[in-house]
């Protein structure tokens, strides 16, 4: 038999301990080297730099089908930045907000 409640809490003295439960908004960064999105103070998983410094060899650690796969995005990442220069257009600003929606 279970003990009997010895005072109601009120909503508000509910609602004052939830008040640290809620999330926190998740700020991202831009990596040095391939510029993308990444947690601040971790290391890239896309290329493994951090603080302009090869940290992890991923290309060794990837399968020959990923490597390929790899060696392709980069192909394209770097036709389409090479494209952007040429057209005249400046680089578009990168917003916190869309960042961590990805």
């Known amino acids: ?3 009997v409640q010895p ?4 909503k508000s003295k509910r609602n004052r301990r939830r008040s640290h439960l809620a999330l926190k908004k998740t700020f991202l960064s831009v990596c040095t080297k391939c510029g993308r999105a990444v947690l601040p103070h971790r290391i890239c998983e896309y290329c493994g730099f951090y603080d302009g410094r090869e940290i992890v060899d991923v290309a060794a650690r990837l399968t020959k ?3 390929k796969k790899r060696e ?3 192909a394209a990442a770097h036709e389409a930045r090479a494209g952007h220069r040429h057209s005249g257009e400046a680089t578009p600003e990168l917003n916190p907000e869309e960042l961590s929606k990805k």
Not at 7 to 10: D, E, I, P, Q, S
């Open 1 to 3: 038999m279970g003990g």
């Open 7 to 10: 005072k109601r809490h009120t």
């Open 72 to 74: 392709r995005e980069e």
């Open 65 to 67: 089908k990923e490597k």
